[in-house]
């Protein structure tokens, strides 16, 4: 059905074909740990959980509390796994039972201290370790104190020991990742040793697993691939786009030669052109980065660029060559001209263009 507003459409056919797609590459006993952070990569985390649990999914991951809390009020009954916490939440991690990433000695001693509090007993943690991507994350040489921390601390039970790849996607960085590989390998057996019982291990996010399917240990972390994009065009091709971001057009305008369009004057006409005007702007995340011709949206399967400057709620596109009337459908991108094709335009990548669309915009489903 066409559009008659502008809907960020979610399809979940297309959730289910990737997260199969992933299964499929993954050892029967490698768990799948969905990343649904930042509303589900900008979709409906939500919606997305409550589908991925209905098809078996092993673990969530959000990167803050509060995603994980909305999760766990939706009736998310899965374990969630919170990527980085700040201490300040600690206590609403144990009363929602979120499961955190520990990932340094104040966060490891202040939740210490909180599931203490709470008089917990083997409160299920995960720990991080930095092994090249010096963002979050333990350095190798702190194993020994954190395992004296937790010799002490019956409070906790490490759930999992994991990392994180700095450039899983470059075919250029093969060298590092595997060094990273090797790395973590090493501190995740040492902590085994040294606690005296095994947590899970896992290292890979999307791209780590299509390229380095070796290192998926017990469990793999999938965000991006699992809403249909593979950072490179033979993964891309296996996944299919989950979000489509699509309009209307609400007015079109004739206009003379030399006259200008949107603010500060900034598109001049060259002729006699007909632009539209679409009900989208840079408040529901169509960056002013793509006005002034740099974006183009597709109009009865037709390129129109995004002329003058991107408004705050609208944009104006060029429409003179393309046969189309008040009303009919605009797609920003969808799984033809995917966010993958679009955000290189604004210097930008399908992670940010997905994370962008503001919540202002109605979500629809089709499953
Ligand atoms: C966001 C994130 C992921 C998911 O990465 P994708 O490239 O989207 O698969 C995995 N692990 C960590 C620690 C993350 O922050």
Redesign the pocket.
Known sequence: MAAQETVLQIDLNALAHNYNYLRSLLKTETKL?A?V?AFG?GSDSVEIAKFLETLGVDYF?V?YTNEGVALRNAGIETPILV??PQAVNFKTIIDRCLEP?LYSARILNRFIDAAAQQNQKNYPVHI?FNTGLNR?GFWENDVDYIIDRLKKAPELQVKSV?S?LAA??DENEQEFTLGQITSFKKIANEIAEKLGYQPMMHQ??????LNYPDAQFDMV???????GYG?DPKYTGKLKPVASLRSVISQIHMIEPGETVGYNRAYVSKGYEKTATIPIGHADGISRSFGNERGFVMINKKKAPIIGNVCMDMIMVNITNIDCREGDEVVLFDENYTAEDMAPLANTIS?ELLTAVSQRVKRTFLR
């Open positions: 740990l990343v952070k990569y991951a990167a990527l980085h990433s991080k979050l994991f994180h899983s996607e890979l996010n999307s791209s780590g697993l972390r999938c965000g991006i691939a699992l809403y950072n992670y």
